[in-house]
């Protein structure tokens, strides 16, 4: 599916990449390490962060809840920090008060 979304033309404005445990993945015996090659294939030439094993998703243990479509900085210049730039849900509108006639 990478390869498929990278030849479509949809890695064009990725700025990095964050990949979970990757938990029950791949065939008994088979290192999670030949998974990480392939992913890696599929974003040579781009020039961008690539992290592995953040704790998202189904995972072993508890972790983050990742909202989709907002905005986030991934930073790795100084151990890996993914800060969220948005809020991943609306403010609940304030309860509007009638007087009573």
Same mark, same amino acid.
């Given at each position: 599916?990478?390869?498929?979304?990278?030849?479509?033309?949809?890695?064009?404005?990725?700025? $990095? @990449?964050? +990949? /979970?445990?990757?938990?029950?993945? #791949?065939?008994?015996?088979?290192?999670?390490?030949?998974? =990480?090659?392939?992913?890696?294939?599929?974003?040579?030439?781009?020039?961008?962060?690539?992290?592995? $094993? @953040?704790? +998202? /998703?189904?995972?072993?243990?508890? #972790?983050?809840?990742?909202?989709?479509?907002?905005?986030? =900085?991934?930073?790795?210049?100084?151990?890996?920090?993914?800060?969220?730039?948005?809020?991943?849900?609306?403010?609940?509108?304030?309860?509007?008060?009638?007087?009573?006639?």
């Amino acid at each position: 599916m990478l390869f498929h979304l990278k030849r479509a033309g949809k890695f064009r404005q990725i700025k $990095g @990449v964050v +990949f /979970g445990e990757m938990v029950g993945c #791949g065939q008994a015996g088979t290192p999670l390490d030949a998974l =990480r090659e392939i992913i890696l294939d599929a974003f040579q030439g781009l020039d961008i962060p690539i992290v592995f $094993g @953040v704790r +998202f /998703g189904h995972t072993t243990q508890k #972790g983050l809840t990742l909202p989709l479509g907002v905005r986030a =900085r991934l930073s790795v210049d100084n151990g890996t920090h993914l800060t969220l730039l948005e809020p991943a849900v609306s403010p609940r509108p304030k309860a509007v008060r009638r007087k009573a006639s």
